[in-house]
């Protein structure tokens, strides 16, 4: 780096010297030269950080999801966003045309168990694990958002099946809920 200061200052110290003998019009372009050189160095070290914009699904991962959880895979659906979500008694219903690979079988005893890529994937509900018969007593206006987990979870049983996480609303969201 030395050098290159060095290389730079002979040659400005030669290139003045023939100034000298040279028009005016050469003097202003040997000061302007340098000048611009500098200002270009200024702005170029004036760099400023932009935080990345996060897609609503970051948003909403980070504001329910947590520990094993809050991983960036699976598909999160907003479910206060869904007009008449409030008609399904099963929330399994209505995940059952929104998940590529999902199907939803009905036991002897009447109760939907669901099915990835046919296999029975792990249940939760705001991170604890429940039976698929747990559903049923869930009312489908209570839910916050659902993320469903193709890929193996290992945060319990039936983690390699994947996993279906279930979030209810808290107390402050539930006012706003029109």
């Not at 040279?22 to 302007?32: C, D, N, S």
């Not at 005893?109 to 046919?118: A, F, H, T």
């Not at 469903?148 to 390699?160: L, S």
């Given at each position: ?48 950080e932009t935080k990345p914009v996060k897609s609503p699904d970051q948003i909403l991962n980070e504001l329910y999801c947590s520990g094993l959880f809050k991983s960036e895979e699976g598909r999160i659906f907003d479910i206060r966003a869904v007009p008449g979500i409030a008609v399904y008694t099963n929330i ?87």
């Open positions: 780096m030395i050098f290159f200061f060095t290389g730079i200052n002979s040659l400005l110290t030669a290139f003045h010297r023939n100034l000298r003998e040279e028009e005016p019009v050469m003097k202003k372009l040997f000061l302007l030269l340098p000048l611009a050189f500098c200002i270009s160095l200024t702005r170029a070290q004036s760099y400023k399994l219903n209505w995940l059952l045309g929104q998940v590529a690979g999902l199907q939803v079988c009905t036991s002897r005893n009447g109760v939907r168990i669901p099915l990835l890529r046919g296999q029975v994937p792990g249940i939760y509900v705001d991170e604890i694990p429940v039976t698929a018969s747990y559903l049923e007593m869930l009312n489908s206006s209570d839910i916050g958002i659902i993320k469903v987990i193709r890929t193996p979870f290992f945060g319990g049983f039936n983690g390699g099946n994947g996993a279906i996480a279930i979030y209810t609303l808290r107390g402050d969201e539930d006012e706003e809920r029109p």
